[in-house]
């Protein structure tokens, strides 16, 4: 529990160095090897919910097997339909 307490000074620190604002809402803990009942209470305490691997960040996914082609199927679409529109606008 003190980690906890440290971790969330650490980021209230963050946001008064920084002038921006940590979204608690929009975060997500993601515990290894950790008990459930620890991380449902560090999340009730962070005010954030529970994540899991594989997630994406920044559209790119974290966690999953990079050999598969399925894991890569999602942004190659997206990648496709954006070289479609160049393609009809030139």
């Known amino acids: 529990m003190d980690n906890l307490w440290t971790l969330k000074a650490l980021l209230q620190g963050f946001e008064l160095a920084s002038g921006l604002k940590v979204n608690f809402h929009k975060s997500s803990l993601i515990g290894v090897n950790v008990p459930r009942d620890f991380m449902e209470a560090a999340c009730r305490f962070l005010n954030c ?12 996914p974290v966690g999953a097997n990079s050999k598969k082609v399925s ?4 942004l190659l679409g997206k990648l496709r339909n954006r070289l479609n529109t160049w393609v009809v606008g030139m």
């Not at 894991?71 to 999602?74: F, G, H, N, R, V």
């Open 49 to 60: 919910r529970e994540g899991s691997v594989p997630f994406n960040y920044l559209g790119l």
């Open 71 to 74: 894991t890569w199927e999602p």
